[in-house]
């Protein structure tokens, strides 16, 4: 399927947020450029925070631990159908890689501008550096910048990009891509065990699925509460894996129509359904909108690892799942065409999984 290896999605070419904060710092009255104005999206400010409630977190040795995986795995199923986010701690991933690759995208982040030109966006594409879902030459932009790669299968790499990565980076990212390849099947699998579903309605559509990463870059923002770093939206994926790379806060979860902000603990990562799951899942784990807020103070830095099916797959409500009490409420949908659908579009809520949905009279109320 040639396709395939060439086509991911693109994004229309727009400046670098990063240069753009650069030359906002340099002047005392800065004002954002009237692009990354956002009255679309809900203020980013928030109530007093404290008296919010917190994302739940799962620990993953208690998920193999005899006396404590029951009680668990109810609350990786709780946190799944409730929240559609959680924290994940005791993952296995070990702490010296997280450190490495934390460090190189710091660093990769601080490249001159004529470095970066290396790796940005190339026409008609997604990957490198750039921003994701710019369909129109009027639409409006977020406050961030990102680098995205496909890391899997490998014959999805683009050539001009992972391989062209300065070492020791390409080093521990392709360590990273490998430990998180592997999680997110151990947490599939756990998934499927909580929902009492056959593990091989979940194993045959995501073993050696499609891994891509997208490292965010969140500058400082002269106008915070005018800008958004990345609007409100649910992942299109099966599962998304972030970790936060600095101690500055932004992602925020809507929840009982608020906006909570995420606390990341210390080399958790931050784990959410995405629509593919809900979609697999026939709506019982759901994936939520969230998004990503600026500051004027500092930038903020996470790496987001997306796990989806392979690409020739077929996707839709589990088998196993599907009974005539509880009928599918999802089309099937071939892998690759969902995709064409999902990145041809602006980044907006939920919009693209309520294409997928039944439509009958007869399920309108279920």
């Known amino acids: 399927m040639e396709p395939a290896k060439s086509w991911f999605g693109s994004s229309l070419p727009v400046p670098c947020v990063q240069e753009l904060a650069k030359l906002h710092l340099e002047q005392t009255t800065a004002t954002i450029p009237p692009r990354y104005v956002r009255p679309d999206q809900d203020p980013p400010d928030v109530s007093d925070s404290t008296s919010l409630p917190q994302a739940p977190v799962i620990d993953m040795q208690k998920l193999f631990s005899p006396e404590f995986m029951d009680s668990e795995l109810d609350n990786l199923h709780n946190a799944s159908k409730q929240w559609g986010f959680f924290q994940l701690i005791n993952h296995g991933v070990s702490t010296s890689l997280l450190e490495k690759v934390k460090f190189d995208i710091q660093e990769f982040f ?12 190339q026409p008609g594409e997604l990957e490198g550096f750039g921003q994701a879902f710019v369909v129109s030459e009027e639409q409006k932009l977020n406050w961030g910048d990102i680098f995205v790669l496909v890391m899997l299968p490998i014959i999805m790499r683009k050539p001009h990009l992972f391989p062209k990565l300065p070492l020791p980076f390409r080093d521990n990212l392709e360590a990273y891509s490998a430990e998180l390849q592997e999680l997110a099947m151990k947490i599939l699998e756990l998934m499927a065990k909580a929902l009492k579903m056959e593990y091989k309605d ?10 891509a990463m997208r490292m965010n870059y969140y500058p400082p923002c002269p106008q915070p509460d005018l800008a958004i770093g990345l609007n409100s939206h649910s992942d299109g994926v099966g599962l998304t894996i972030l970790l936060q790379l600095n101690e500055m806060e932004g992602l925020q979860i809507r929840k009982d129509e608020m906006w909570v902000p995420v606390k990341p603990l210390l080399n958790a990562f931050i784990v959410n359904i995405g629509d593919i799951l809900e979609i697999v ?3 019982i784990y759901r994936s939520i909108e969230h998004r990503a807020t600026v500051n004027s103070v500092k930038e903020r830095l996470s790496i987001a690892t997306f796990y989806s099916p392979k690409w020739e797959g077929v996707m839709g409500p589990a088998p196993s799942l599907i009974t005539p009490e509880s009928p599918a409420l999802f089309k099937r949908i071939g892998v690759a065409d969902y995709f064409r659908g999902y990145f041809s579009r602006k980044l907006d809520g939920k919009s693209y999984i309520d294409v997928m949905r039944i439509q009958n009279d007869d399920q309108k109320g279920s």
Request: charged share 40%; no cysteine; net charge positive.
């Open 110 to 121: 601080k490249l001159p501008m004529d470095e970066k030109k290396k790796y940005w966006q």
């Open 281 to 283: 899942t026939n709506g």
């Open 202 to 211: 979940m194993k045959n559509l995501f073993e050696d699925g499609r891994q």
